[in-house]
């Protein structure tokens, strides 16, 4: 079955399950861009728990996800690798990735859509998976197939059932479920992969 998947910024485990695990994947770039999701931000595993990192967004009135352009008034970018650095550094993965992950970052462009396909093609080489996928030619408001853009909240939890696996920080916080896809691959390097085709989509 085809699916309809948003453009993320670093995905969500669940994201990357049903990415994989589809047949074929359309991904949507002419929504109306809708704030606070994981559009423009991702969640990882901080020393204090579940932390956000959101890419700020340039408020130029122009309100479609293609169009949506990206605000570096600050360096935000520097900011986000530092957190994750900081976040993952005694994981037991993250040193085999490092030099890749760096590069998501020193990447610019002014196009969200852009910065976060880019970030798919690192995660994906750092994956060694080649998933093919479509842009959306249009904004069809009842799409072929499923539709995921409204699934993958960013403002409350949901776990989907995912199975728990160990995280740097754990001990302290307990498992924290369907964090960004670095938490997983730092975590669980080259098993994360079977990892994610054994989650049930039906829980998703």
């Known amino acids: 079955m085809k699916v309809l998947l948003p453009i993320f910024y670093l995905p969500p485990v669940s994201w990357f399950a049903v990415f ?13 861009f809708p ?10 595993y901080g020393a204090n728990g579940r932390l956000s990192l959101i890419i700020p967004i340039s408020h130029n009135g122009k309100r479609v996800l293609n169009e949506t352009e990206i605000s570096y008034r600050e360096n935000w ?8 650095k900081t976040a993952y550094q005694s994981s037991p993965y993250f040193e085999f990735y490092e030099d890749k992950l760096e590069a998501i970052f020193n990447f610019s462009t002014p196009s969200l859509i852009e910065f976060n ?4 093609k690192v995660i994906q080489q750092i994956l060694k998976t080649e998933k093919e996928y479509t842009l959306s030619g249009e904004y069809l408001k009842e799409p072929e ?11 409350h939890r949901e776990d989907y059932g995912l199975e728990t696996y160990y995280q740097t920080f754990s001990d ?7 964090l960004s ?14 990892y994610l085709k054994n989650i049930d989509l039906n829980k998703i």
């Open 145 to 155: 197939g499923k539709n995921y853009r409204e699934k993958f909240p960013a403002k």
């Open 117 to 120: 396909l880019n970030a798919l």
């Open 172 to 178: 302290k916080f307990g498992f924290e479920a369907d």
């Open 20 to 32: 994989l695990q589809s047949k074929a994947v359309e991904l949507e770039q002419f929504e109306h």
């Open 181 to 194: 896809i670095l938490d997983l691959i730092c975590n669980k390097g080259p098993e994360t992969l079977t």
């Open 77 to 84: 970018q520097k900011l986000h690798w530092k957190s994750i």
């Open 35 to 44: 704030k606070q999701t994981y559009r423009n931000r991702t969640t990882i």
